[in-house]
């Protein structure tokens, strides 16, 4: 099998605004309102709304059947003894044409005791654009004092309590289940995470959907909001999330490990065979195989199968992948 170029896949009428910078990237001109994400090489639907947000490849085929169909020409024999056809992974990328609202995800545990989910929903972001990130909480809320601001949606209030943070290109954010968090207008990025679509919103003023209803996973908020992380995080604690500046490597903080996989490439680098995704950033990009030469333009994005064998990537990019089995 060889590396496969993926077009853009983005959602139609997302509740926020978003898509132009994205566009943008991948020198595109064709604009929809409200297409602030595209779903890269995703096995994983919109929560409700199967099969929008999986990719499709040239076939027609889901990326997710064939999988299934295919586990070990795709995936290779460790990763399929660990973690079966499951490809552990989902990669975005997000133009936040306006602040995204505060929100949380639920962990593994949570996540299949109440709503049947494989996973849970960790991220990180690798910031393409700069602005400002809301993460976490400068100090303990009690449980009645959350559930207020979800009931009177006193945001201002809320993002108050949260730490402000500055982000420039190359920075890359971390963000643990249950962690309140909020992208800033502005700001374009590439998101690697658990491929589920799980998010318990605190925040729907000013977006385009129904909070008290949609907000809580069908759970509702007395039971989803027990998911999320309601203590002080300090700012030391805050910023062992973030790796700053990122040119080379490894992007992660150590405990992302278990969830994902995410390089930063500059330089020329070999990596093993395995299933992932390049994203071509400011430059063109060079990724080599022994099935042959493969030109990535700047904001393109590639998905490669374990079959394709051991590979090296030269220019800048960003390669996702899953955890280590």
């Known amino acids: 099998m060889k590396p496969i170029l993926l077009p853009a896949n983005q959602p139609p009428a997302r509740f926020y605004q978003g898509g132009a910078q994205i566009a943008e990237f991948r020198g595109s001109h064709d604009v929809q309102p409200n ?126 309590l949260m730490h402000e943070i500055t982000v420039e290109p190359g920075d890359c954010i971390f963000v643990p289940h249950g962690v309140l968090h909020a992208i800033g207008a502005g700001i374009l990025l590439a998101e690697v995470q658990e491929p589920e679509d ?51 490597g490894n992007s992660l903080p150590p405990e992302a490990s278990r969830f994902f996989r995410l390089d930063k490439v500059e330089e020329r680098e070999h990596f093993d065979a395995g299933f992932g995704i390049v994203i071509a950033l400011n430059e063109s990009v060079q990724l080599t195989t022994k099935g042959g030469n493969h030109h990535l333009a700047p904001g393109s994005t590639m998905l490669i199968p374990f079959s394709a064998g051991a590979f090296t990537l030269e220019g800048s990019a960003l390669l996702a992948r899953p955890p280590l089995p």
Do not use: C
């Open 35 to 160: 297409t602030p994400e595209d779903w890269v090489g995703s096995t994983t639907s919109v929560r409700g709304k199967a099969p929008e947000g999986m990719t499709r490849l040239e076939n027609g085929e889901l990326l997710a059947d064939a999988l299934e169909s295919n586990p070990l020409e795709w995936l290779g024999s460790a990763h399929l003894e660990r973690f079966g056809h499951d490809s552990m992974l989902l990669v975005k990328l997000l133009d936040a044409g306006q602040r995204l609202p505060v929100h949380a995800h639920p962990d593994g545990e949570f996540a299949a005791t109440h709503v049947s989910a494989l996973h849970g929903k960790a991220e990180a972001w690798f910031i393409l654009s700069p602005g400002t990130v809301y993460l976490s909480l400068t100090r303990d809320l009690s449980d009645a004092e959350l559930q207020s601001f979800v009931e009177t949606q006193n945001i201002d209030a809320l993002l108050s």
């Open 198 to 248: 799980l998010s318990i919103l605190l925040e729907w003023e000013n977006f385009d959907l129904d909070g008290a209803k949609d907000g809580h996973l069908g759970l509702g908020f007395d039971l989803a909001l027990t998911a999320v992380e309601r203590t002080e995080r300090s700012e030391e604690n805050v910023e062992a999330l973030i790796q700053r500046r990122v040119t080379q």
